[in-house]
């Protein structure tokens, strides 16, 4: 019996001492996974706190799009209103372009016709005075009564409505008037004809 009993004992003290390792082999486990999950932890937070500012960062990045693309939308407009404003102005300016040629064209024009009517006018000379002239042609008289009394130039007729008067102009573009056969009496020399003719 006390043999028995003995081993029996023994095979309790050596059990316990078994579940008693298996406790402290449970115990340190549990200590490593306790320190495994407090890193976990500790890197989840970290984690979460890169999270928090990449969330921050894509925040400011989106603002700083945002504005980006309002300036960008801005410009944009802008560029497009200094576009149109310089097509308008490049039509105009055109405009101008063509009216100036054309007015230049006008005034060609009109030289031409000028020099062509200053070359074709007779030129005379004053022989007492010995100044030049050109003979621009013949006015006739238009009176508010058919015949005034008080026009009357002697030794000359009275002047009346359609009475001539040959005009001509001096080398300082002064005009001046004589009755043609006044000015055809010999005080003028002809000195250069018309090239079309005229007289």
């Not at 989106?62 to 490049?90: N, S, Y």
């Not at 031409?112 to 002239?133: A, C, F, I, M």
Request: with cysteine.
């Amino acid at each position: 019996m006390t043999d028995t009993f003995r081993r029996r004992v023994q095979d309790l003290l050596e059990t316990t001492n078994r579940y008693l390792d298996r406790a402290r082999s449970a115990e340190a486990n549990a200590s490593f996974y306790q320190e495994r999950l407090k890193s976990w932890k500790a890197s989840f937070g970290r984690a979460l706190e890169m999270a928090s500012e990449a969330r921050l960062e894509l925040s400011l990045l989106k603002l700083d799009f945002d504005r980006c693309a309002k300036k960008w939308r801005a410009d944009t407009i802008k560029i497009a209103d200094e576009r149109d404003d310089a097509r308008r102005k490049l039509v105009d300016l055109q405009a101008e372009h063509d009216r100036l040629c054309s007015r230049n064209d006008h005034l060609s024009y009109r030289v031409g016709e000028l020099e062509t009517e200053l070359h074709g006018r007779r030129e005379v000379q004053h022989l007492k005075r010995g100044s030049y002239y050109r003979v621009l042609g013949d006015l006739s008289f238009q009176l508010a009564k058919p015949e005034h009394d008080d026009l009357i130039t002697p030794p000359y007729s009275k002047i009346r409505e359609g009475t001539a008067i040959t005009v001509y102009r001096s080398e300082d573009g002064k005009l001046y008037g004589r009755f043609p056969d006044e000015f055809e009496d010999g005080r003028f020399k002809t000195i250069g004809e018309p090239s079309n003719g005229e007289a």
